[in-house]
């Protein structure tokens, strides 16, 4: 235990002067009972007596008045609590292909917002990441639970050329496969891809990343975006605008996530998205936090104070 005003516990000697002015009391009482009466003929004047009892009510006025004065300097106390723990990579594409306005207002927007909706109802516990990728992949944002940090990264995004789709799942997988829980074991985790399917750069194949990701049994979602109809402009040598018809790859998503034992999606939604964390499950860690618990003091100690009053009353027919 640690104490955040730790002066404050000097009150405390309010207790032990306290119990040396009752002893004190009590002989002195003792003295002027004998100088009143032979002590052979109190039980003739006095037709109950509390015995012992009596010192119940100062005793626990001593116990309220020291838990009292530990509340005074804001006792902490550290306590081991459960929490979920479980990962999600966000693999989002950055090609230039998802600049495309077949949907609204570009493949690109729309799948940020979809990743904006999931964010915020992601359970609290889970950590998120999210890795960017057109002709390599970048960690955007190592494995946080702060949401803000995630929300800002999602703004960092800059299209760029070509699309490596396999190593945009391998390095997810990458990041996934580091995490490790306070006991050491990796807990749970998934990889969800939005793009449009099409890999036109890379080493890494996608199937054979996806088979890596089923190895390591790390789930990979996928979310395809675009419709047959998207088109980008691309500025050519010539410095002309040429438009260029950038079709989606559905089935290649489709193989992916079947292959990893997850599902693929159409288009991207924040609904539907939530099934992911719903079947990504978690596992239940537990970690040290370090509360404040003055009001745990306070309240015992005016229990006691409560309690002191009540004894008295019962026994001497007064307050304390």
Known sequence: MSFAWPLALLALLVVPLALAGYVLLERRRRGQATAFASPALVPNLIARSPGRLRHLPPALALLAA???GLGLARPHAERSEPREEATVVLAIDSSRSMLATDVKPSRLASAQAAVRTFLRRLPEGYRVSIVSFAQAA?????????RDLADRALKNFRPGDGTALGEGID???????RIRGKEGERPPAAVVVLSDGAQTTGDIQPLAAARQARRLRIPVYTVALGTPNGVVQVRGEGGFLERITVPPDPPT???IARTTGAR???APDGERLRTVYEELGSRVGRKEVKREVTAAF????????LAAGAASAFLFGRLP
């Open 66 to 68: 020291a838990l009292l």
């Open 138 to 146: 970048y960690v955007l944002l190592p494995p946080t639970a702060d």
């Open 171 to 177: 390095r997810a997988l990458m990041v996934a496969r």
């Open 253 to 255: 998503l489709r193989l």
């Open 264 to 266: 693929f999606y159409e």
């Open 298 to 305: 306070a309240g015992g100690g005016a229990l006691l104070l």
